[in-house]
């Protein structure tokens, strides 16, 4: 193995959107099993060095492909379309109004009810990004077309992530 080979070789994947995910969860199992540094321990310490860079190398990958925004992000670097989220924030205008009328209604909401009732309606829109993504990733292989689609779920996830803190804020403490 190559620690420069791309996240999809080094598990014996196809590089696609679509992954089995109990499949990738067997698979980083596997490769941590035979990169484990205390196996390598009677080898001396350059042998458990290495050892610990294959270790430190699958886990990093495991991160990236398990969850579909990043391996979706990096789907399109590697085909030459990077998501570049710092520098460009472009949006279609339709997803900078949908974004302001998440922000009141976040801004809005007493309740429980009222922020799951928005962490729903985020949910659902996420699912039609992500179905997108599948399309354009998979299907299409437009990689420059999925940017956008991809950029916009980063939104999302850190709107959900700021959803979630305002309902833990309101759980009472046990």
Not at 2 to 24: E, H, R, S
Not at 90 to 106: D, G
Not at 131 to 154: G, N
Request: glycine share 2%; aromatic share 8%; proline share 4%.
């Amino acid at each position: 193995m190559n620690l420069q080979t791309d996240d999809f070789a080094l598990f014996g994947l196809t590089p696609q959107f679509a992954q089995d995910k109990a499949a990738l969860n067997a698979q980083w199992k596997l490769l941590q099993a035979q990169a484990h540094p205390d196996k390598f321990a009677a080898q001396g310490a350059a042998a458990q060095r290495v050892a610990m860079q294959w270790s430190a190398r699958i886990n990093e990958a495991y991160r990236r492909l398990k969850d579909p925004l990043t391996r979706a992000a990096y789907l399109c670097e590697l085909n030459g379309a990077p998501i570049n989220a710092h520098s460009n924030t472009a949006m279609p205008a339709s997803f900078l109004v949908q974004q302001i009328e998440w922000r009141e209604a976040l801004d809005d909401a007493r309740t429980e009810a009222a922020l799951e009732a928005l962490l729903a309606s985020v949910s659902a829109a996420k699912t039609d990004l992500l179905a997108e993504c599948t399309q354009l990733l998979d299907v299409q292989r437009d990689f420059a077309a999925a940017v956008l689609p991809v950029r916009c779920l980063m939104f999302m996830d850190k709107f959900a992530d700021d959803l979630n803190q305002r309902l833990d804020a309101l759980a009472p403490l046990s």
